[in-house]
Nanobody, 121 residues
Framework: QVQLVESGGGLVQAGGSLRLSCAAG???????MAWFRQAPGKEREFVAA????????VYADSLKGRFTISRDNAKNTVALQMGSLKPEDTAEYYC???????????????WGQGTQVTVSS
C-alpha cells in the first residue's frame, strides 16, 4: 500500500498560479502518477499523468499549456504547476498512482485525500 498526501491547495485569484505537491509514503519511481480533479456536482476528471521511468506526460486537452506535471523520484514527490488559473479550475485535486499505465482513466491503484483549490474571479 502506498499512501499519497497532497498539499499546496488554497485560494487564488483568477490569473494566478499555484503549485500542488503529492508526497508518497514510499518510492514512486516505479509508479505511474496522475492528477485528477472533481468540482462540486461533477464527475472526477483527468488533469495530467506522468509515466514511471523516463517521464512522458499526458494532459487533458483543455488544460494543455496551463498545467505542468513533474516528478522528483529522489524526493518521492509529484507536482502539478498550475498557471493562468480560472474560476472553473476550482475543484478538489487528487493525486493518484498506479503500477500499470492508466493514463486518463480512473483505475489507479492509489489515491490521495485531495487538496482544495479555489479560484476567485
Amino acid at each position: 500500500q502506498v499512501q499519497l498526501v497532497e498539499s499546496g491547495g488554497g485560494l487564488v485569484q483568477a490569473g494566478g498560479s499555484l503549485r500542488l505537491s503529492c508526497a508518497a509514503g514510499g518510492p514512486v519511481n516505479g509508479l505511474n502518477m496522475a492528477w485528477f480533479r472533481q468540482a462540486p456536482g461533477k464527475e472526477r476528471e483527468f488533469v495530467a499523468a506522468i509515466t514511471s521511468g523516463v517521464p512522458m506526460t499526458v494532459y487533458a486537452d483543455s488544460l494543455k499549456g496551463r498545467f505542468t506535471i513533474s516528478r522528483d523520484n529522489a524526493k518521492n514527490t509529484v507536482a502539478l504547476q498550475m498557471g493562468s488559473l480560472k474560476p472553473e479550475d476550482t475543484a478538489e485535486y487528487y493525486c493518484a498512482g498506479s503500477w500499470l499505465w492508466a493514463g486518463p482513466h480512473t483505475n489507479y491503484d492509489y489515491w490521495g485525500q485531495g487538496t482544495q483549490v479555489t479560484v476567485s474571479s
